[in-house]
């Protein structure tokens, strides 16, 4: 069901993008007085003439700058031209503040809606240096694996060349996930605009008690006032800022929170279900598709536990490997975890389904919370392509026609002759040479192994995070479980996560990770039974 919604949801926005007209979009809904935002209005479809008209926007906004981009596509063998127009907007006002529809020819586009809330004031504006980096958290106190959003914006009121780098945010006792990338706008302080990079961290710490945020620092080359040397070469001045370091308070999971449930903090989490075909048509030996939704808002995907009911005589299970998901919004991660299993009644009449629940802590409320899916009763329908064929009742006659033996006699001598016959093939083949069995496609553990092994040689980030995630899969133990009993590989890890998350990626090194893997211990009790399909969640210390 859900997959069906996606769907058509992507059939409609496909619709839409073929359709000639006039689309508006804004890079975010949600900013201060003093800074400005990105509208952007582009055509699609028929060629577009003229500009256009902006005036409507003259009583709401200040418009500081227009750019025209045009460019030529080929989508389906069809060249398809497009043009975009990049207008910087900054409100006149604070509230809601609505961007008028907006004319081009007989094209018109849709109206949005802008929150605007009145700037802070900075009580040492005055003494403001040309570049700065202000650092905050969304909270100071939060519970041990629960989301916290660190956001650090670097001001400028200088202009920068692109060679401007942030290093990279490491916390060994937190798990550091870069939301996006980072963004770009103006702000006026004290009369002097402003721009300003954003950049936003999810960070879920690992151990309660005191913890750090780190500084990051900040490099870059400011544009020179008289850059008139020679050859167009240039020159400015190497400046590195660096941000300030945020103390944090990291409580301990609730005394009051079940022992036996995985810790689940966060802000809202929700429980769905869908059925292909629907409960109703079930038959005996007819599979049923039951797919389960677990979305939380504040935790990764790989948080999510695994849910499902037991296997039972009466209905079989048999489970997909789970679809884990991460989507950004305004107020971090979204985790989703989808998992799929087939169902098969073994029998007719009414069949339960065992209630679902979930139990996890509500960040926003500071409570425990429970979300349930009802118990179903499936009414199963006898089917009749497994029904044994009605008997037929001969009619009674006076006298019984001649039984005839030699039909009998026949197939019986065949049988036997096509059991010596295959008795003496098998013989045959026996003594024939063994031929060695064609392997099926696909990965083996050593493969896997020998691309990890060349994408750390390579010290390429990106691909050793694919190979580490193929590998880890046929272990017989999560890739959390490994590092949390081996601390060099926990170590080169986080070096890892650090890099994908970061501008300064491309200086990762990969021996330590290499290292780590080859000198990984072997599983202590290898004959402990672990859900394949699941990837637990993570427990405080």
């Known amino acids: 069901m859900m997959r069906l919604m996606a769907f058509l949801l992507l059939a409609v926005l496909a619709t839409q993008a073929s359709a000639a007209g006039?689309?508006?979009?804004?890079?975010?809904?949600?900013?201060?007085?003093?800074?400005?935002?990105?509208?952007?209005?582009?055509?699609?479809?028929?060629?577009?003439?003229?500009?256009?008209?902006?005036q409507p926007l003259d009583q709401l906004f200040e418009v500081f700058d227009t750019r025209q981009v045009n460019r030529l596509s080929n989508s389906n063998g069809e060249a398809r031209a497009t043009t975009r127009w990049l207008i910087t907007l900054r409100p006149r006002q604070t509230g809601y503040v609505i961007i008028p529809p907006l004319q081009l020819g007989e094209w018109s586009s849709e109206p949005i809606t802008l929150l605007v809330q009145e700037s802070l004031k900075d009580t040492e504006s005055d003494q403001l240096a040309p570049i700065f980096i202000d650092a905050s958290v969304d909270q100071e106190s939060v519970y041990v694996?629960?989301?916290?959003?660190?956001?650090?914006?670097?001001?400028?009121?200088?202009?920068?060349?692109?060679?401007?780098?942030?290093?990279?945010?490491?916390?060994?006792?937190?798990?550091?996930?870069r939301l996006g990338e980072p963004r770009t706008y103006e702000k006026t302080i004290n009369g002097i605009r402003h721009g300003v990079i954003e950049v936003r961290y999810a960070l879920f710490p690992q151990k309660s008690g005191e913890l750090t945020i780190p500084a990051q620092l900040f490099s870059a080359t400011?544009?020179?006032?008289?850059?008139?040397?020679?050859?167009?070469?240039?020159?400015?001045?190497?400046?590195?800022?660096?941000?300030?370091?945020?103390?944090?308070?990291?409580?301990?999971?609730?005394a009051d929170y079940p022992a036996d449930a995985p810790w689940l903090p966060a802000r809202s989490l929700t429980l769905i279900e869908a059925w292909s075909p629907e409960p109703e048509k079930a038959q005996v030996g007819e599979s049923l598709t039951r797919s389960l939704l677990l979305k939380a808002e504040g935790l990764t995907s790989t948080q999510l536990p695994a849910i499902g009911m037991p296997q039972g005589t009466d209905l079989r299970r048999y489970p997909d490997q789970p679809s884990?998901?991460?989507?950004?919004?305004?107020?971090?991660?979204?985790?989703?975890?989808?998992?799929?299993?087939?169902?098969?009644?073994?029998?007719?009449?009414?069949?339960?389904?065992?209630?679902?629940?979930?139990?996890?802590?509500?960040?926003?409320?500071?409570?425990?919370?429970?979300?349930?899916?009802?118990?179903?009763?499936?009414?199963?329908?006898?089917?009749?392509?497994?029904?044994?064929?009605?008997?037929?009742?001969?009619?009674?006659?006076?006298?019984?026609?001649?039984?005839?033996?030699?039909p009998w006699q026949l197939s019986t001598a065949l049988l036997a002759l096509s059991t010596l016959a295959g008795f003496g093939l098998w013989w045959h083949a026996r003594r024939q040479p063994a031929i060695q069995r064609t392997l099926q496609p696909g990965p083996t553990p050593r493969s896997l192994l020998d691309d990890l092994r060349r994408a750390c040689q390579a010290n390429d980030s990106q691909a050793t995070r694919q190979a580490l995630d193929a590998w880890a899969r046929q272990q017989p133990e999560t890739l959390a479980d490994m590092a949390a009993r081996f601390v060099p590989l926990s170590d080169a890890l986080d070096g890892l996560n650090g890099a994908l998350y970061s501008e300064a990626g491309q200086h990762w090194q990969g021996d330590a990770l290499w290292q780590a893997i080859q000198t990984l211990p072997a599983v202590a009790r290898p004959d402990v039974e672990q859900d394949q399909s699941a990837l637990p969640p993570l427990y405080p210390r």
């Open 145 to 177: 694996q629960a989301q916290v959003i660190l956001t650090l914006r670097i001001y400028h009121s200088v202009s920068l060349y692109d060679d401007s780098t942030l290093s990279p945010l490491q916390m060994p006792d937190a798990l550091v996930e």
């Open 324 to 406: 884990l998901a991460d989507e950004v919004n305004a107020s971090g991660l979204v985790g989703s975890r989808e998992q799929r299993e087939a169902l098969i009644p073994t029998r007719s009449g009414a069949l339960q389904v065992e209630p679902l629940e979930v139990i996890w802590w509500n960040t926003v409320e500071d409570r425990l919370e429970r979300t349930t899916l009802a118990a179903r009763t499936l009414e199963v329908a006898d089917n009749p392509n497994l029904l044994p064929p009605a008997v037929e009742q001969a009619s009674a006659a006076p006298m019984a026609p001649p039984v005839l033996l030699w």
């Open 22 to 54: 006039l689309f508006a979009r804004v890079d975010r809904t949600q900013l201060s007085i003093d800074e400005t935002l990105e509208l952007s209005l582009e055509t699609q479809g028929d060629a577009a003439f003229g500009k256009p008209d902006l």
């Open 222 to 254: 400011t544009v020179a006032s008289d850059s008139n040397s020679l050859f167009g070469s240039r020159s400015g001045r190497s400046t590195q800022v660096r941000s300030p370091s945020i103390p944090l308070t990291v409580k301990s999971k609730p």
